[in-house]
């Protein structure tokens, strides 16, 4: 039996995935593999929630946050070791005790997390990378799947998973379709043998249509580009 799990909360996964098109374009333009963090669970107060991503590259280049701070430096020695060995890691970081002194510094770090690096490279076709911005390139809704705990041989942790996958369990599909519908992260288990996926959803950016191209007009365009608004301006002249 499986069962199907939401956090409820809506994630704008597209404004967390823009900032990382840069680097991650530089690095696959090269041919080099760089390491993803998918934050999957978290309790407590957290800076972001289930859905935020980071990647980072070997050289310790990243885009995107995960806390205020507090985690990034360290996790990027665990990206070190996932990107060489290709293994995919689930990283732990409980900062709620109150007698922490490193970590409660009052930047989003109190609570607990629970991230999922994985290695996007050449062998992998960067995925799940590439599926998302090539939806994201031509303002289409999309939805992944990524194993995070795994008894299968066939599936490993780290694997992706895609709707028309065919080894995935039944039920799988309305998990991506509901993730890539409402724009929220879900889960899917199976518990003999024991298999977790992790629904990661693309909603897209507003469009934003503007009328007339005056002075005021040239704020309001920059501020939007700014969130990733897809913005058309049309004047009369």
Known sequence: MACLLHDGIIKAVESLLAPLLPLFERERTVGRALALGVLVDTAGSTYRK????????ANGDSAGLL????????????????????QSRLITYDMRGGDDLIWGLGLGCEGAMHILLIRVGPDNDYQPMTQLSRALAVHESSSVGIVVESERADSPVGTLVLRES??????VAAV?????????????????????????????????LLLGAGPDAAPVVDFAARLNW????????
Request: contains cysteine; positive net charge; aromatic residues 6%.
């Open 50 to 57: 289930p859905g935020a991503l980071m990647l980072i590259a």
């Open 67 to 86: 806390s205020g701070g507090c985690l990034e430096g360290d996790l990027a020695e665990y990206a070190r070791t996932v990107i060489d060995t290709g």
């Open 166 to 171: 065919a080894r995935s369990p039944v039920g």
């Open 176 to 208: 991506l379709d509901e993730a890539k519908r409402s724009g929220r992260t879900g889960w899917f288990e199976s518990p003999a043998p024991r298999w977790r996926m992790f629904a990661l959803p693309l909603s897209l950016p507003p469009r934003l």
């Open 230 to 237: 897809k913005v058309t301006l049309v004047d009369h002249r």
